[in-house]
């Protein structure tokens, strides 16, 4: 099973397993694998990580997977409240967003989508996806990647939250998925440098008795 990891998620080992998960998931993608606003698919079981990375709208949202089969939501990322303070409109990890950070295992072969659930006090919850045809059509959602990038710098899923048709910007609710491997593979210099030689006593520098 492939596992792509954002950086801050340490959650592959070291080494080999790192650069088979990661490094060989980039040598392989193909045509078969695909992660886009028409379709997000694998052709091995696959788990990637999320990061929320800020909201900006008046809106209580939820980010989560479609399973364009059979239209299954898997929430992933939930605001805990709309905004970090009353009568703003954004939203930061550790106020809007308790957990900023989710995983889910996409299934080989299955097409999936992504979905944003927003609510605002007195309006009737909206739901939105990032496959325009589940739009009636209208494109809500934007990768600035493809899928060759989630091992490395990742995919950035900005999201327009269709709750204001004055507000076609889409910076109204964003995450990451996948990106770099952390990991501490390289030995810090402390760990490498030798110890100094111990000094043996001599009649100079015998310690003096208590």
């Not at 930061?92 to 308790?98: C, I, L, Q, S």
Request: aromatic content about 8%; glycine content about 10%; some cysteine.
């Amino acid at each position: 099973m492939t596992k792509i990891s954002k950086l801050h998620q340490l959650s592959i080992a070291c080494g080999a397993i790192a650069a088979t998960a990661v490094g060989g998931f980039v040598q392989s993608a193909s045509a078969a694998e695909e992660f886009n606003t028409q379709n997000v698919k694998f052709d091995r079981d696959t788990i990637i990580e999320f990061q929320f990375l800020g909201s900006n709208n008046r809106a209580q949202s939820t980010f989560g997977v479609v399973n364009l089969a059979t239209g299954e939501r898997t929430p992933l990322i939930n605001e805990i409240r709309a905004t970090d303070k009353p009568k703003t409109t954004i939203g930061t990890a550790g106020k809007a967003v308790r957990k900023p950070y989710a995983e889910f295992t996409f299934q080989s072969n299955t097409p999936y989508g992504f979905y944003l659930e927003s609510k605002v006090k007195g309006k009737t919850p909206k739901v939105v996806y990032s496959t325009p045809e589940r739009n009636g059509g209208t494109q809500l959602a934007r990768f600035n990647n493809d899928v060759t990038a989630l091992g490395s710098q990742g995919i950035t899923i900005a999201w327009n939250d269709g709750m204001s048709a004055a507000n076609p910007d889409f910076n109204q609710f964003a995450v990451i998925a996948g990106g770099g491997v952390g990991c501490p593979c390289k030995a810090s210099p402390a760990i490498n440098t030798p110890l100094p030689p111990e000094v043996l006593p001599t009649r100079k520098n015998k310690p003096a008795r208590g």
